[in-house]
């Protein structure tokens, strides 16, 4: 399996087991959440230490401790998955599993939305 296929497996997995996914992109306020957040960090990133730095939940405010706990799950899954990587692989893989992650976010939320998901 590639790297970018990898990454979107990932991702996708742990969209569809977040329980806010409103909270988790926007925030409390309806302006950028968390998730934003630390995907503008990762494309700045330029190592592994850089990407575990962003992943960090303790510096972000605001969360549920629900989204908190979704997040720090595919957080998580995340490092242990990019341990394995040199830091160019690692930077890669992280951007496309963030990518991949609000767009699958995105479609749940208009799914529910839609009355698609419960």
Not at 45 to 62: E, P, R
Not at 73 to 80: D, I, V
């Given at each position: 399996?590639?790297?970018?296929?990898?990454?979107?497996?990932?991702?996708?997995?742990?969209?569809?087991?977040?329980?806010?996914?409103?909270?988790?992109?926007f925030?409390?306020?309806?302006?950028?959440?968390?998730?934003m957040?630390?995907y503008?960090?990762?494309k700045?990133?330029?190592?592994?230490?850089?990407?575990?730095?962003?992943?960090?939940?303790?510096?972000?405010?605001?969360l549920s401790?629900?989204?908190y706990?979704d997040?720090e799950?595919?957080?998580?899954?995340?490092?242990?998955k990019i341990?394995?990587?040199d830091?160019?692989?690692?930077?890669?893989?992280?951007?496309?599993?963030?990518?991949?992650f609000q767009?699958?976010l995105?479609?749940k939320?208009?799914?529910?939305?839609?009355g698609?998901?419960a």
């Open positions: 399996m590639s790297i970018e296929n990898e990454a979107k497996k990932l991702a996708a997995t742990y969209a569809r087991w977040l329980r806010n996914p409103q909270e988790a992109l925030g409390n306020k309806g302006g950028r959440g968390v998730v957040v630390i503008d960090k990762v700045q990133a330029k190592t592994k230490n850089d990407i575990i730095n962003a992943l960090d939940l303790s510096q972000y405010q605001d401790k629900q989204t706990n997040l799950r595919f957080f998580t899954e995340l490092k242990n341990s394995q990587f830091d160019e692989t690692a930077v890669k893989f992280a951007i496309e599993a963030f990518r991949y767009i699958a995105f479609t939320i208009e799914d529910i939305n839609k698609y998901w």
